[in-house]
């Protein structure tokens, strides 16, 4: 026997959950399965983003940011303060309140829209059938006019440093440190590496960044990772590029990283080490023989740019697709899906997915790097505008950064928009709006920006493109 459903979707992360909720709302008979299981035994929603990614990494960043703006920076503001310390067990319980509203609420969302959660493992069998084992190893078998497979990612782990939980450890852990780590190594200077190396130096850490590759974050616009590396130096994080580590071991209470550079091999010590050198897709006993789901040498679940798998009714969204592993990418992938089920319209716009690093100062782009228009051979013009001449990046005390602006020569068309500093994970919005509706350089111009706001060097920028800035230099 097995219990029948329009729509059953595998995992309820940020692509399955919206997926569920959107299938319905379009009143789709619909079932979610999730096996997601925190360090304390206790099952959740939302996936890895909301558990142990992107919501209780914020909370840690905005925390310890405010934690060395009162050390350094409230003095220039005329506030004195007395002794400032850290609590750390205050600051992990308001984390760990943040992610448990959060994934309280998708529980709640389900019930209002009438979604049926299931607590296990999903498996998706020949015929559409899913396939639950629950946590108590029960089996069901739910029959599905259409499968969503958002089974989501799971950080890599290197056979050379072998992860403990404890000493060497994962993005996950190094959320969940209950003391702040004298000596700490972060094997990979990606998004998630710097963000954590961030949280940890700001509160107190020595914090070395060790990365294989010879460009620091090559996927950025370089006059932004320039920009970057800059202030990240600043910061005090040692970050040591074309690096590679050739193993590791713990050594009572200490982590002995062994790498090699230009210059030769060199030991490392350190008290904790976070490997942080990207994900994979998890499909592990996801599908079984004979399903027709075809999965690449990556292991990621092959579809079409409108997420359909060669199986007629089955679907595949989020991390466990191509395209970047980006939460937002996969709600929208989800979305997308659940409409072209109902029969509606819909449409993924892969061009403009924009991305952020929410460290301080933050880093933001949407649309192609100067790099890429060049190597393309379209004739570009390029505007920038740094937030130093931004009134009110000063009056916050961030007049650190700046945005640049790509744009094309022949009709104007805005090809890419880069930011670092303030906020920049906000003003992004702007730039994803106008590259979504194909805007021309001219009409960023001719839209009127508040003031004082941050947005205007949105505007500047966009003057600049053709060197007829109001506010800085036109260079």
């Known amino acids: 026997m097995s219990d029948d459903f329009d729509v059953v979707v595998i995992g309820a992360g940020p692509a399955g959950y919206p997926a569920a909720i959107r299938a319905a709302q379009h009143k789709l008979k619909v079932a979610c399965v999730d096996e997601w299981k925190n360090f304390d035994g206790s099952y959740a929603l939302g996936g890895t983003c909301l558990n142990a990614g992107c919501i209780p990494s914020k909370a840690?960043?905005?925390?310890?940011?405010?934690?060395?703006?009162?050390?350094?920076?409230?003095?220039?503001?005329?506030?004195?303060?007395?002794?400032?310390?850290?609590?750390?067990?205050?600051?992990?319980?308001?984390?760990?309140?943040?992610?448990?509203?959060?994934?309280?609420?998708?529980?709640?969302?389900?019930?209002?829209?009438?979604?049926?959660?299931?607590?296990?493992?999903?498996?998706?069998?020949?015929?559409?059938?899913?396939?639950?084992?629950?946590?108590?190893?029960?089996?069901?078998?739910?029959?599905?006019?259409?499968?969503?497979?958002?089974?989501?990612?799971?950080?890599?782990?290197?056979?050379?440093?072998?992860?403990?939980?404890?000493?060497?450890?994962?993005?996950?852990?190094?959320?969940?440190?209950?003391?702040?780590p004298a000596r700490l190594g972060v094997i990979g200077a990606g998004v998630i590496g710097l963000e954590l190396g961030s949280v940890w130096r700001r509160l107190g850490s020595n914090v070395t960044v060790i990365e294989a590759l010879d460009q620091f974050l090559p996927m950025v616009d370089q006059s932004i990772a320039k920009e970057a590396q800059r202030h990240f130096k600043k910061l005090g994080l040692d970050i040591k590029l074309g690096t590679t580590v050739s193993r590791a071991e713990v050594q009572g209470n200490t982590v002995s990283v062994v790498y090699t550079d230009a210059a030769g091999e060199h030991t490392l010590q350190v008290d904790k080490l976070v490997v942080?050198?990207?994900?994979?897709?998890?499909?592990?006993?996801?599908?079984?023989?004979?399903?027709?789901?075809?999965?690449?040498?990556?292991?990621?679940?092959?579809?079409?740019?409108?997420?359909?798998?060669?199986?007629?009714?089955?679907?595949?969204?989020?991390?466990?697709?191509?395209?970047?592993?980006?939460?937002?990418?996969?709600?929208?992938?989800?979305?997308?899906?659940?409409?072209?089920?109902?029969?509606?319209?819909?449409?993924?716009?892969?061009?403009?997915?924009?991305?952020?690093?929410?460290?301080?100062?933050?880093?933001?782009?949407?649309?192609?790097?100067?790099?890429?228009?060049?190597?393309?051979?379209?004739?570009?013009?390029?505007?920038?505008?740094?937030?130093?001449?931004?009134?009110?990046?000063?009056?916050?005390?961030?007049?650190?950064?700046?945005?640049k602006i790509v744009s094309a020569k022949d009709d104007d068309e805005i090809l890419g928009i880069h930011i670092i500093g303030p906020m920049a994970g906000e003003l992004i919005g702007e730039a994803v709006l106008a590259m979504e509706y194909s805007a021309s350089t001219e009409d960023l111009q001719r839209t009127i920006h508040a003031h004082p706001t941050l947005s205007e060097a949105l505007h500047e920028a966009a003057l600049n493109v053709d060197k007829i800035a109001i506010d800085s230099l036109n260079r």
């Open 60 to 180: 840690l960043l905005e925390s310890s940011e405010l934690y060395q703006r009162a050390k350094e920076e409230f003095s220039h503001h005329g506030i004195r303060l007395g002794e400032i310390t850290l609590d750390l067990a205050a600051m992990q319980k308001r984390r760990a309140s943040i992610v448990k509203t959060m994934t309280g609420g998708i529980s709640a969302l389900f019930k209002a829209n009438g979604v049926v959660g299931y607590q296990g493992h999903g498996r998706l069998l020949p015929g559409n059938i899913v396939l639950v084992t629950g946590t108590d190893g029960a089996e069901k078998r739910l029959a599905a006019k259409h499968v969503i497979l958002a089974s989501g990612s799971v950080p890599v782990r290197l056979k050379p440093v072998p992860h403990d939980g404890k000493y060497i450890v994962d993005s996950w852990n190094a959320l969940e440190f209950d003391a702040v």
């Open 276 to 403: 942080a050198v990207g994900r994979r897709p998890y499909t592990d006993g996801l599908l079984a023989d004979g399903t027709g789901v075809v999965v690449d040498e990556r292991g990621f679940i092959a579809v079409d740019e409108h997420c359909r798998t060669p199986v007629q009714s089955v679907w595949a969204v989020g991390d466990a697709v191509r395209g970047p592993m980006l939460a937002h990418k996969g709600k929208e992938e989800g979305v997308m899906v659940a409409d072209l089920i109902a029969g509606r319209f819909a449409e993924m716009n892969y061009k403009v997915i924009p991305s952020v690093i929410y460290t301080a100062p933050e880093i933001a782009w949407v649309g192609l790097t100067e790099e890429q228009v060049k190597a393309s051979g379209r004739d570009y013009k390029v505007g920038s505008f740094p937030f130093s001449a931004s009134g009110r990046a000063r009056a916050m005390e961030a007049a650190v950064g700046m945005v």
